[in-house]
């Protein structure tokens, strides 16, 4: 699967969960532009808090560095309290979206049918989604991981068109891999997102499966990143603990270049 015929960006998202202010957020936009600012084939995205999207926005300006957004709500509009539609995210500068997060489905419910209709909503209203999937260590030690995968990305995807397939970006982030400082081994990273293409291959085709970006997250760190970017499947990775610091979310950005 790792078609030179097929030219992935990496793609490397600072996923800030809830932590900077406004102010905060400001200060590392202003000072992530610079110091990536010839980071070369990467493409890089800040995902800050609902609060900060539209100053974070403004701080990024015209530079490299893209918007995204950590959660969405499926609706346009409506009595739905507290909740952010896919528009009012294009509105502030959002490119991308981040659903179906393990956090989200751990402490707020969601499930893979929400996330499936964030994912439909996200698509047609021209932004891009970032569908995380991946197993829990319980998951893994009973040998069901690849099922708890599969499930995660059918039932993710299910429903949306191949012509839509190339604006998606899978995040592989096995749960037990978050915020622990375990991170996958190179080799069972591989394996992992190899098997997500061949689950696309299926659903859509091996052209289209070849095209899509799947990043890892979990643990990502300046001194893993080099390693797991080097597997032929790794296209990327989403990082939560170390993108809180301007200069180790750059390294790893710059990093994640795999020419
Ligand atoms: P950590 O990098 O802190 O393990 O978090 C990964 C993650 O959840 C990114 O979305």
Request: charged residues 20%.
């Amino acid at each position: 699967m790792g078609d030179d015929r097929y030219v992935r960006t990496p793609i490397v998202i600072a996923n800030w969960k809830l932590n900077k202010t406004v102010g905060e957020a400001i200060k590392f936009a202003s000072a992530l532009r610079d110091a990536v600012s010839d980071v070369g084939s990467v493409e890089i995205a800040v995902a800050p808090a609902f609060t900060a999207l539209s100053s974070v926005s403004s701080a990024l300006g015209e530079s490299i560095v893209h918007l995204a957004a950590q959660d969405v709500f499926w609706e346009d509009d409506g009595a739905f309290t507290g909740e952010i539609s896919p528009a009012m995210l294009k509105d502030v500068g959002c490119e991308y979206v981040i659903i179906g997060h393990s956090e989200r489905r751990q402490f707020f419910g969601e499930t893979n049918e929400s996330a499936n209709r964030k994912v439909k909503a996200v698509l047609s209203n021209d932004l891009k989604p970032i569908l995380c999937v991946g197993e829990n260590l319980e998951d893994r030690e009973a040998d069901r991981a690849e099922s708890v995968i599969e499930n995660h990305v059918r039932t993710g995807l299910a429903g949306i068109p191949s012509e839509m397939l190339p604006s998606t970006v899978i995040a592989y982030e096995p749960v037990w891999a978050i915020g622990t400082g375990v991170t996958a081994t190179p080799d069972q990273a591989q394996l992992a997102h190899q098997f997500i293409r061949s689950l696309l291959s299926e659903m859509y085709s091996v052209e289209l499966a070849a095209g899509v970006r799947i990043q890892y997250g979990g643990s990502v760190k300046p001194d893993n990143i080099s390693e797991l970017i080097t597997q032929p499947d790794v296209d990327g990775a989403l990082v939560g603990g170390a993108s809180l610091e301007v200069e180790t979310f750059a390294q790893i950005a710059i990093s994640a270049n795999k020419q």
